[in-house]
């Protein structure tokens, strides 16, 4: 009877719940580490712990969209975009880890700051990463020695070469003209290298012809107007879903179009 009595005991006491969801200790500690960058470069092996020093610049976040922020009218967005990312720079100097810092300031924002450089101990530098409110921390410079990275070979990528096309017909000198803008991969370790591809294939591409009502018709390749470095999305191992070309261009507004 006791030993049951134990056993309803063990049941009813209350018992310690880990979520699936809570974070490991190991998996917090490398996305901190994910915020800082450079440190990799310096070889601090010869200093020791509590003499290792860092220049650095820490960099806060820029608020996401809110309807805080929808709210209000663009100049009061502004306004409160530059209040929090003071308030964010603000809540990392209280924690007095840097020392000889000044404030970075945004171009072309009167009054908003983005960030603070400045000399920090490198066994604080995790502390300032963990702060919700810090984007990324750029390692400039240490007392210690510089590593010598060799530089890693490049490799071969995939660019895509923008091509005009003009299509001249014999006897037609005015008026509109039907042209061809393409569209061509090559592949290549540099945008100059396929560059100097797609000349060699534009010369091949031009051709003339006579058409059916016997009018000389002459390709003439008329421009290379872009390269565009085609990036796979991490892990891809085909252009299946790759952006293989853009450009940002300005047109006359169609209605409605509005974001109000």
Partial sequence: MRACLVGFAWLLAPKRVVSRNAKQPSLVKHQIMTKISGLENWDLSAVPLTEQVASVSVF??????????????????????????????????????????????????????????????VADMQEVAALATVQSIQVEETNGRKKRIAKPRKKLNFYCVKMTVAIQIEGYDKGKQRYEERYVLFKGHSETEALRKAEVAALEYQHSYLNSDGLLVRWKMESLDNAYEVVLAAGADNLEGAEVFSALKTRRRHKPDSLA
């Fill in 60 to 121: 806060v976040a820029y608020p996401k969209v809110s309807e805080e922020l929808l709210a209000l009218t663009p100049k009061g967005r502004k306004g409160l975009i530059t209040y929090t990312m003071r308030t964010e720079i603000d809540a990392v100097l209280a924690i007095n880890k840097l020392s000889d810092w000044q404030l970075l300031k945004t171009g072309g924002q009167r009054g908003r700051y983005h960030g603070i450089r400045g000399q920090i101990k």
